[in-house]
T-cell receptor, first 116, second 113 residues
Framework: AQKVTQAQTEISVVEKEDVTLDCVYE???????LFWYKQPPSGELVFLIR??????QNEISGRYSWNFQKSTSSFNFTITASQVVDSAVYFCALSEARDSGYALNFGKGTSLLVTP | DVKVTQSSRYLVKRTGEKVFLECVQD?????MFWYRQDPGLGLRLIYFSYDVKMKEKGDIPEGYSVSREKKERFSLILESASTNQTSMYLC????????????FGPGTRLLVL
C-alpha cells in the first residue's frame, strides 16, 4: 500500500525563521503525483503545489520552496522568513491508483505555529 | 477559479437521524470526493465518483452512502447517524483522474449527539 509520512506533528517557530516540513512517501508506481496543501484555521484545504514523478526540479514560489528527491522518496517543503499568516496545518499527499480510479493518500499533517 | 461549495459549515444532528451533506462544484469536473478529517488521523477517503451515477468506495465507506445524479453535485448520506460520525467532512473535485489537482470545499463540521 502506498503511504505518506509526515513525521513532524507540530512545529513552532518565531516569525522570520525558516522552517522545513518533511514528507516521505512510499509507492511502487513509476508514475505518480505529489501534492502539498495548506489548511488554515478556517478549515478549507488550499492547494499549494503538484509535482509529477518525472520532474525533480526544485520549485520556488515566493517564500515557499519544494525539494523533491526520488532517491530518498522525499518531497520537503520550506518556508523562508516565516510569517504569522503561515500558521496552519500542512498536508503532503500522494496520488494513488485504486481499482477504479485515483484518489489522494494524505499524510497526517504537520501543524505549524508561527509566533510574533 | 474553481469553486467547491458545501451546503453547511456546521451541522448538529441526533443519533439515528438521516443526514445529507451536499457538495457542488462549478468547474465541470469529472471527479468528486468525500473525505472525513479527524484529529491525529488526517484525511480519510470515504467515497469518490469519477462520473455521473458512478461511485467507488474509499477507505472507510461503512455507515455512508453517496449519490451523484448530476455532474456538479455529489451528496454524502449518513443513513442513521451515530456519535462516531462526528467529524469534519470535506468535499473535493478534480478535472483529471490521477494527475488532477483536487480542489476542496470549506468543509462541514458535523456533531452527532
Amino acid at each position: 500500500a502506498q503511504k505518506v509520512t509526515q513525521a513532524q506533528t507540530e512545529i513552532s517557530v518565531v516569525e522570520k525563521e525558516d522552517v522545513t516540513l518533511d514528507c516521505v512517501y512510499e509507492t511502487r508506481d513509476t508514475t505518480y503525483y505529489l501534492f502539498w496543501y495548506k489548511q488554515p484555521p478556517s478549515g478549507e484545504l488550499v492547494f499549494l503545489i503538484r509535482r509529477n514523478s518525472f520532474d525533480e526540479q526544485n520549485e520556488i514560489s515566493g517564500r515557499y520552496s519544494w525539494n523533491f528527491q526520488k532517491s530518498t522518496s522525499s518531497f520537503n517543503f520550506t518556508i523562508t522568513a516565516s510569517q504569522v499568516v503561515d500558521s496552519a496545518v500542512y498536508f503532503c499527499a500522494l496520488s494513488e491508483a485504486r481499482d477504479s480510479g485515483y484518489a489522494l493518500n494524505f499524510g497526517k499533517g504537520t501543524s505549524l505555529l508561527v509566533t510574533p | 477559479d474553481v469553486k467547491v461549495t458545501q451546503s453547511s459549515r456546521y451541522l448538529v444532528k441526533r443519533t439515528g437521524e438521516k443526514v445529507f451533506l451536499e457538495c457542488v462544484q462549478d468547474m465541470d469536473h469529472e471527479n468528486m470526493f468525500w473525505y472525513r478529517q479527524d484529529p491525529g488521523l488526517g484525511l480519510r477517503l470515504i467515497y469518490f465518483s469519477y462520473d455521473v451515477k458512478m461511485k467507488e468506495k474509499g477507505d472507510i465507506p461503512e455507515g455512508y452512502s453517496v449519490s451523484r445524479e448530476k455532474k456538479e453535485r455529489f451528496s454524502l448520506i449518513l443513513e442513521s447517524a451515530s456519535t462516531n460520525q462526528t467529524s469534519m467532512y470535506l468535499c473535493a473535485s478534480s478535472l483529471f483522474v490521477g494527475s488532477g489537482t483536487q480542489y476542496f470545499g470549506p468543509g462541514t463540521r458535523l456533531l452527532v449527539l
